[in-house]
T-cell receptor
Framework: EAGVVQSPRYKIIEKKQPVAFWCNPI?????LYWYRQNLGQGPELLIR????????DSQLPKDRFSAERLKGVDSTLKIQPAELGDSAVYLC????????????FGPGTRLTVL | TQLLEQSPQFLSIQEGENLTVYCNSS?????LQWYRQEPGEGPVLLVT?????EVKKLKRLTFQFGDARKDSSLHITAAQPGDTGLYLC????????????FGKGTHLIIQP
């Protein structure tokens, strides 16, 4: 069974530029999460989807971040414009409903904003 | 204030030694999970505990959920270099948001 796929793995951009990350969850997993992980820290939730619906986006900086999950499968996370403080690893995870939120993570996208 | 406090933050020991890391909170959790993350990779689920007082073993790793479901510990026996990584606890808070809250993790280094 294929795991969670993320692309790109690495991205280097200059500040004020836009950037987008893509995630393909495990087949059949209806819940999808985007996290941001700063160096040496635990993941912090940005947004959680149940199928197509964003059910928790309280920690998403909506002035510059946006996300979508069309058709309830793949998802994209966008930052426009990027700031220096956005440098981090962006993790995507998915889970099955009713499994204690046990999450399966992708390898992440390491973003560096110069 | 961090909902889940992990300690120690960093731990470096020699191969063959035993160690325990902790995950504490003042809140009650309906379930708690431990993940291990290696550099350049996403966290990988090790175990889920759901019952107060529950003990689960995974080879040389022993996980315990506190009786009051506010804390958990991970004990590693005879640590090996392959155990090196960032150990994260995460839980679903009773009466809180449905999502998982992560601690900041314990960075563990096992030296050969």
């Amino acid at each position: 069974e294929a795991g969670v796929v993320q692309s790109p793995r690495y991205k280097i951009i200059e500040k004020k530029q836009p950037v987008a990350f893509w995630c393909n969850p495990i087949s059949g997993h209806n819940t999808l999460y985007w996290y941001r992980q700063n160096l040496g820290q635990g993941p912090e939730l940005l947004i959680r989807y149940e199928n197509e619906e964003a059910v928790d986006d309280s920690q998403l900086p909506k002035d510059r971040f946006s996300a979508e999950r069309l058709k309830g499968v793949d998802s994209t996370l966008k930052i426009q414009p990027a700031e220096l403080g956005d440098s981090a690893v962006y993790l995507c995870a998915s889970s099955l409903a009713g499994h204690y939120n046990e999450q399966f993570f992708g390898p992440g996208t390491r973003l560096t904003v110069l | 204030t961090q909902l889940l406090e992990q300690s120690p933050q960093f731990l470096s020991i020699q191969e063959g030694e035993n160690l325990t890391v902790y995950c504490n909170s003042s809140s009650v959790f309906s379930s708690l999970q431990w993940y291990r993350q290696e550099p350049g990779e996403g966290p990988v689920l090790l175990v889920t505990v759901v019952t107060g007082g529950e003990v689960k073993k995974l080879k040389r790793l022993t996980f315990q959920f506190g009786d009051a479901r506010k804390d958990s510990s991970l004990h590693i026996t005879a640590a090996q270099p392959g155990d090196t990584g960032l150990y994260l606890c995460a839980g679903v808070q009773v009466g809180g948001a449905d999502g998982l809250t992560f601690g900041k993790g314990t960075h563990l280094i096992i030296q050969p």
